[in-house]
């Protein structure tokens, strides 16, 4: 083996707790606080990354939870990738497959410490081994999620005046139908034509239900229209973006974790925009070919979130600067909406959109006090 390989020596996994700034209210419940597990890895030069993965309220948005992600790792992802070459991210993935079925989340947050680790190493940003970046920055959206039309059309004035966001995404599917059409064209109406604005029904109805009031939220104005229908409802899916006003464009996202589920989506042209999130597509490489087919099919892309702090934020946004093709801006908000991050400095977000960092790695700098800080097995806390 020649001397420049670098090897994975140790790799770290630990639960944060992190609350939120507000409750935040999805369509199967709200959740006060996050807990991002976040992954080190230290090669054998000396040098180390930092991975993460956020779920959103335990096990409920998906599968995976904090406790079953440090699980995969520390049991199975650990001892597959450890003495192994970092910089041969693919293989990486192979074994971490071989090892483990499924638990992207977890496999996502060892590849990207392993992707930071090399990087840093090399003295280079992530976005360069990836390919290259295509933008410096990406337009940035804001989620209203207070639960209350009054507080969310405040929160949204403030985002406007101080030229953080003017692209909003409305959480609903929790209340009646008819209530979330009430709420929505309120906040349509106070910002009049001055935002954009999404809703994420995060898989709540059945089909009959998209297929009734989905219009009427779409004359309301909004333009995007997000996982209406539940995680395995692709006809559904089909039959809306095939029969919904042009103003309006439908997004999966629950729908759409691998390759294999965006080629399906593809061939029944089931939705007009992906929601590429590393998470559930299992890493930065994956997001990357979940992004190919969705250019090879003339599907858009969105950068999605799970909430993470600004080490999962920062990883996405190098892999979402690098892509091309029709893109539907970004979500990467979760560094504002916790009360506190782990980093020095958090990526800039100026005139509505966040800059791509520049530094070596993900080019961010973590701060080890603050993971002690929030690190759950010094709280005490139990999962949620
Ligand atoms: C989701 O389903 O998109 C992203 C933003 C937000 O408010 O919730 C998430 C999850
Ligand atoms: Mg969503």
Redesign the pocket.
């Known amino acids: 083996p020649s001397a420049s390989v670098l090897r994975i020596e140790r790799i770290q996994a630990r639960i944060l707790d992190i609350p939120t700034i507000r409750p935040?209210k999805?369509s199967f419940g709200a959740i006060q606080r996050q807990s991002p597990v976040i992954v080190q890895l230290w090669l054998s030069d000396g040098a180390s990354g930092f991975g993460e993965a956020a779920t959103?309220g335990g096990p409920s948005?998906n599968e995976e939870s904090p406790e079953s992600i440090r699980h995969a790792i520390d049991s199975y992802l650990a001892p597959a990738v450890i003495g192994q070459d970092a910089g041969r991210f693919e293989q990486l993935l192979q074994r971490m497959d071989l090892a483990c079925k499924g638990n992207r989340f977890a496999k996502s947050a060892v590849e990207q410490a392993a992707i930071d680790a090399v990087a840093r190493s090399l003295g280079l940003p992530v976005w360069q081994l990836l390919g290259g970046k295509q933008r410096e920055s990406l337009p940035l959206a804001w989620?209203l999620?207070s639960g209350d039309s009054a507080k969310d059309i405040e929160e949204a004035e403030k985002m406007l005046a101080a030229r953080r966001h003017r692209i909003f995404?409305l959480?609903i599917g929790a209340r009646a139908p008819q209530e979330d059409v009430a709420h929505v064209a309120r906040i349509a109406r106070a910002l009049d034509g001055r935002a954009s604005m999404t809703v994420?029904v995060?898989q709540a109805w059945d089909g009959a239900t998209a297929r009734r009031y989905l219009p009427e939220m779409i004359d309301a104005g909004v333009g995007l229209i997000?996982?209406p229908v539940a995680q395995w409802n692709e006809e559904a899916l089909r039959q809306l973006t095939a029969t919904l006003p042009h103003t309006a464009l439908v997004m999966a996202?629950?729908t759409v974790c691998t390759p294999q589920d965006a080629m399906r989506l593809a061939r029944h042209n089931a939705c007009h925009v992906f929601?590429l999130k590393i998470a559930k597509h299992g890493g930065l490489l994956r997001t990357r070919a979940v992004a190919d087919v969705a250019r090879a099919a003339d599907i858009g892309w969105y950068g999605?979130?799970?909430?993470e702090t600004s080490v999962g934020s920062a990883a996405s946004a190098h892999v979402f600067a690098t892509l091309g093709g029709t893109h539907h801006n970004c979500?990467l908000f979760g560094p504002q909406l916790l009360v506190d991050d782990i980093v020095e400095q958090q990526m800039v977000l100026s005139d509505f959109a966040l800059q791509l960092p520049d530094g070596p790695g993900f080019g961010l700098t973590v701060v080890p006090e603050r993971l002690d800080r929030f690190d759950r097995a010094r709280q005490g806390l139990t999962p949620v």
């Not at 999605?304 to 909430?307: C, P, Q, V």
């Open positions: 935040h999805l959103i948005w989620t999620a995404k959480k994420d995060n997000e996982q996202d629950e929601s999605g979130t799970m909430l979500e």
